[in-house]
């Protein structure tokens, strides 16, 4: 896995066991959270265009930490019952109110590709992940998180094996 050169980019954390992807799409509520608007505020504003397509825009989503797993993702030593309390207590964190403590340190770029609702309380981002980063360090965290990350560039290797299958086997199995 390689690595590119690093940037800046606004980060939402996700809630509720969410992980985004690259290649997959996830509906993210937007009621009682006061870190989107203010994403979403800064990433237009600083937009090229006066305009921008909702699909131009790039934010990280990152997970919200497990009591079991480590901030690179690794598992921890231990079963569910050896969780203390304050392991507990960081289970039921709202992601608006999130510290950068308690973020993975990795994350997927989300392309905006829209927002749902007919009424504000009802309103989502749609996200579309695109790519995996590493957070290097964090700029800011309130009103909203923005870090210095480093995108990784996963090689995708896939090996091909030749197999060699006689007529015979073939009734059977093709």
């Known amino acids: 896995m390689g690595q590119s050169k690093s940037q800046k980019l606004a980060l939402l ?30 990433v237009y504003t ?37 969780k203390s309390q304050t392991q507990q207590d960081k289970e039921s964190i709202d992601p608006g109110d999130a510290d950068k403590s308690d973020l993975f340190t990795y994350g997927t770029v989300a392309r ?13 981002l749609i996200l579309e992940g695109t790519r995996r980063f590493k957070i290097e360090s964090f700029i800011q965290t309130r009103p909203y998180f923005e870090a210095r990350v480093t995108y990784l560039d996963e090689e995708r290797t896939f090996h091909r094996r030749e197999v060699k299958v006689s007529d015979a086997d073939c009734l059977y199995s093709c």
């Not at 992807?21 to 509520?29: C, D």
């Not at 997970?63 to 569910?80: E, H, M, R, V």
């Open 13 to 42: 954390p996700l809630g509720d066991n969410a992980v985004l992807l690259p290649g997959t799409s996830l509906r993210v509520p937007v009621a009682g959270r006061s870190d989107i608007p203010a994403i979403l505020t800064s």
């Open 46 to 82: 600083r937009a090229k265009s006066p305009r921008p397509d909702a699909a131009s825009i790039s934010i990280g989503c990152v997970p919200l930490k497990s009591p079991l797993l480590g901030g690179d993702g690794q598992n921890l030593i231990g079963g569910i019952e050896e």
């Open 112 to 124: 905006i590709s829209g927002i749902q609702g007919r009424r504000t309380d009802d309103l989502a």
